[in-house]
C-alpha cells in the first residue's frame, strides 16, 4: 500500500468538505470604468501558470492598471465547470478586461487543465492553478473572509482594489452589466 494514500485521500477530503459549503455572495461599490489601457494577453493555449500561494497573493494584491476579473474554480465543481463557458464569452466580448482563471484542484490534476478548458471553448484568459495540497486554508490565509465555497469571482480595480466579490456563479451578462461606467 502507498504511504501517501490515507494522506492524500483526508486532505482531499478535507479539500472538498471546506469548498463545498454554501456562502451568499456579496458585492462592493460599482468598479471604475474599463480603461483605455489594453489587458494583459491571455496565457498561451494549453499553458497553465502554476503558482505557489505567495505569488498568488501577490497576483490578488497588485494594482494591475486595468480591470481584471478573477475566477476561483475547480474541475470537480460542476457551478465551476458551467460557468466556465460564460466566462470565455465574457474575456471575447471584453478585451480591455483581463480575466484570470485560478485553479483550485490539487497539484496531481494541473496537467488536465489545458484540454478541460479547450473542450469547454474557453479561451482569451490567463489560466493559473495554485500549487497547494490544501487550497482552502491557502485561501483563507490570503484572504480572510473567504467563503468556503467555488464558484468565487472578483472583480479588481486598475488601483488594485476589489470592487465586487461572488460567491457564487456569474453570467458574462452580469460582469458586463456590473464593469459599465
Known sequence: MNPWWPRSLSAGTALVSALTL???GTAAPAPEPPSTTT???????????VVSETQLAALL????????????WAMWCPPCVKELSGLGQFA???PEV????VN?????????????????????????ALDSRD???????????WPDAIPVTWIIRADGTVAARYARAVTPEE??????P
Open 22 to 24: 454554501a456562502a451568499c
Open 39 to 49: 489587458a494583459p494577453s491571455a496565457t498561451p493555449p494549453g499553458e497553465v501558470e
Open 61 to 72: 494584491r497588485e494594482a494591475p492598471g486595468h480591470l481584471r476579473v478573477v475566477n476561483f
Open 92 to 94: 471575447e466580448e471584453h
Open 98 to 101: 483581463e480575466l484570470v482563471l
Open 104 to 128: 483550485l484542484d490539487l497539484p496531481g490534476a494541473h496537467g488536465r487543465i489545458p484540454r478541460f478548458l479547450e473542450q469547454r471553448g474557453v479561451g482569451g484568459a490567463r489560466v493559473v
Open 135 to 145: 487550497p482552502a486554508t491557502a485561501m483563507h490565509q490570503m484572504s480572510p473572509d
Open 175 to 180: 460582469l458586463s452589466a456590473r464593469i459599465a
